[in-house]
């Protein structure tokens, strides 16, 4: 069993940055994709940004692509999510969760992100 908790999320400005924070209890395998996604009320689930933890292979949306970095840090169990140049339309909730296998089955609460124009 994995628990994730999210920090870091806050209102700022158009253009600021944010670095959100996930961290995991419970063992990670290094066969595991540690991944952010983001969901607005109303609008379906959206995959932000992911990360192998064996090779730290990175994944990103397109529409954060420049904008977003995806790190991990072993020692910690910690995957992090440096926001920079935010955007209105990145207002969300974010949320950690880990792959196994084939799909994600460890889910975070999540920390609102709110980005004002």
């Known amino acids: 069993q994995v628990q994730l908790v999210e920090s870091g999320g806050g209102l700022v400005q158009a253009g600021g940055s944010l670095s959100l924070s996930c961290a995991a209890s419970?063992?990670?395998?290094?066969?595991?994709?540690l991944g952010w996604f983001r969901q607005v009320p109303g609008k379906e689930r959206e995959f932000v940004a992911s990360?192998?933890?064996?090779?730290?292979?990175?994944d990103y949306a397109d529409s954060v692509k420049g904008r977003f970095t995806i790190s991990r840090d072993i020692a910690k169990n910690t995957v992090y999510l440096q926001m920079n140049s935010l955007k209105p339309e990145d207002t969300a909730e974010y949320h950690c969760a880990l792959k196994r296998v084939y799909s994600y089955h460890f889910w975070g609460q999540g920390t609102q992100v709110t980005v004002s124009s």
């Open positions: 419970g063992r990670i395998f290094i066969s595991d994709t």
């Open positions: 990360i192998r933890w064996s090779n730290a292979s990175l």
